[in-house]
């Protein structure tokens, strides 16, 4: 007795259809779950949709570079600016040119716009300064001399401005006592081992500064400052974010090669610094990272170019060799003091680490602005508007119904022409659009996917994509059945012409949303997306839902019977005399490629 011959193994859509169907609601029960553990029911909205704020940004000439303000260098400026909106968790932010000086960068609502503002804002280049001297931010009266003072120095001779003779003496007195239950701040401290906690304080509203950490004046070996520079120093009011502003643009505007003095980002401290020593485009990258092993907690990790290794190597051995607060660098962001680490030691190898007392906001904030904060161009924000969701609104109410009557014609016709089977075409539907919304929603949280207008319309494009992958399998279906096969065998030997039908078609159009995402930007991306995201799903749905009901319904006597409402009626299709086979032939098969 022969063995009996091994055959191919049927899919689980053929042989086990009802194990794809539960595959399928497994999956819609575990993003459905999905959405509540993440208390995310509703997908996040783009600007256009859901509001926002709007920034137009100026370029500004620069000393020494007339000519910067050019093509080239603005869309570098803009893409070095949507690289630091991206690093602030945003999605679906546009950052554009328009005309030859100006930025537009649209952030959607959701996003922290006090925090967009200065990190988008904050964008002129970034520096290395050497710290010459430091002081009270803040202009303080001088404070009353005791009796021995009084008979040493007179009524408070020399204590004319803060920052003077009497300033410093007043700093000294408060570092021989610092406060026992100092904290710190948020401030970077230090750049691996060889970088120690660096002083800060605040003023007080009145009376003299009451530094957390000792403020030091230079020691008595330390170089004294020029004249000049002293007099801007002592003149240098932090107090406000008025005088800060403009101190900082004044700063901003100094030669990387001059001396310059500047204020401490809140106002706290204030600077003489030395000329530039690296270039904020010497840091090649720039990190917050936890500290787990030290003990550090929040820390910002840098590395630079191999240029700027040899430049920060350089730097900070001098600083090393010098007192305090002269062995300190500054990192001067938009002309305002960042970060002043202290430096014991040369670093070499191209990295260093700052740490003390950061917040996980705090060292992402700086890590950001170190990362991205060097641009070819300064700019000043000349507007800043909150874009409401009013004119989205209505363009998406009237999008919404345009799909609400496409989607209610193709039903009429599926019904019309398909009769029973448009219950199949139906639940095909719902089950893909169940999966696309789903998935949409979760991709907020997840990647900062953010629906908008061009992304609906990529949604109810791909209503016709769905419904024609649809029409494809069933009427290779009744070809079949025209052929003169019943149901079952009709259902079996049309998918396999069908599937080709359906990978090819859905293909094409995969490829056309890839291509139009690689190419594109700002929302146009939004359609391509969602467009690439629902021929996928098309897929899914066709091979892992459709296919195995079809199967299951094909057992049915309903359908197998070519009821004249189930779409399947001989009669109706017009089929031939059953087809017979002849004795001795052998059986066909169909064939794909």
Known sequence: ??????????????????????????????????????GTMTPRLGIDLAGGTSFTLAAQNQPGKPNAINETNMKTAAGIMERRV?????SEAEVQTQGSNHIIVNIPKGTDAKQARQQVGT??????????????????????PSPSQSGANGK?????????????????????APSPNAKPTSQGRAVTDALKKAPSGKPTPSGPAKPSAPVTPPQPGGAALPPALQKQLNALDCSTKKSRAAAGEKAAGTKPSDPVVACHDDGSRKYALGPVGVEGTDVKDAKAVFDSQQGQGWIVQMDFTSDGGKKFADTTGKLAAKAEPQNEFAIVLDGAVVSNPRVSERLNGGNATISGGFTQQSAEDLGNMLSYGALPLSFKI??????TAALGGEQLHAGLIAGAIGLALVVLYLVAYYRGLSLVALASLGVSAVLTYTIMTLLGPAIGFALNLPAVCGAIVAIGITADSFIVYFERIRDEIREGRTLRPAVERGWPRARRTILVSDF????AAAVLFIVTVGKVQGFAFTLGLTTVLDVVVVFFFTKPLMTLLARRKFFADGHPWSGLDPKRLGAKPPLRRRRGAAPTQTKEA
């Open 1 to 38: 007795m022969a063995a009996p011959k091994k055959g191919r193994r049927a899919p689980a859509s053929q042989g086990h259809p009802g194990r794809a169907l539960i595959l399928v609601l497994i999956a819609i029960a575990g993003l459905i779950g999905g959405m509540f553990y993440s």
């Open 86 to 90: 991206n690093g602030l968790g945003v």
């Open 123 to 144: 964008t002129a280049q970034l520096g290395f300064r050497p710290v010459l001297s430091i002081a009270a931010g803040a202009k303080t009266p001088a404070p009353k």
């Open 156 to 176: 408070g001779k020399g204590d004319k401005a803060a920052g003077g003779k009497g300033a410093q003496g007043t700093q000294q007195n408060a570092s021989s």
């Open 382 to 387: 000349d507007d800043e508007t909150t874009v």
């Open 508 to 511: 094409v159009s995969f490829l």
